[in-house]
């Protein structure tokens, strides 16, 4: 993939992740949608276009929206969602949907270790947003693999 189609999706991803979301007033993070442009862009991409425009989009969000003190774990946690779901990229089979689901996981186990360790968050923190980060991820997970199948569809590729 040419190097602006990363550079586009992660600003489709900063714009999906920064302007649709959804405040969790318990914790005071936020649920947005921005997990299934990070599925999508992996499974287009593949393992670096994904960690590129997934960890930078989504990082860049958190910069953006007043939570840049999440954005150094925002990097990793998406960035290696990415790269999982990359693996995926122009597979078959049981591996096309086995590499997005073990990123979307990682993405909320190492969000959850993460917040741990955060003073704003703590354990409490980690446990109270540990149910919007799974569904987040699973909203990620089945939204992107439906719009890379819809893009692949309509575009005669496959994978």
């Known amino acids: 993939m040419k190097w602006y189609y990363t550079v586009g999706l992660a600003v489709a991803i900063l714009i999906i992740s920064r302007f649709i979301w959804i405040p969790i007033p318990a914790s005071g993070g936020v649920f947005n949608l921005g997990d299934v442009a990070v599925v999508f862009s992996g499974l287009l991409l593949g393992t670096k276009g994904g960690a590129l425009a997934g960890g930078i989009g989504s990082a860049l969000a958190d910069i953006t929206g007043g939570y840049a003190f999440f954005a150094p ?6 960035g290696l969602e990415g790269l999982l779901t990359g693996l995926a990229k122009n597979r078959k089979g049981l591996l096309f949907y086995l590499f997005p689901l073990l990123g979307v996981m990682l993405m909320a186990a190492i969000y959850f270790v993460g917040e741990i360790f955060m003073p704003q968050k703590g ?3 980690a446990i109270t947003e ?6 987040q991820a699973g909203i ?4 992107g693999i439906l719009l890379h199948k819809a893009y692949s569809a309509s ?3 496959t994978g």
């Open 123 to 125: 354990i409490g923190g």
């Open 130 to 135: 540990l149910p919007a980060n799974l569904l």
């Open 155 to 157: 575009s005669g590729k």
């Open 140 to 143: 990620g997970y089945f939204g």
């Open 73 to 78: 774990l925002t990097l990793i946690a998406k």
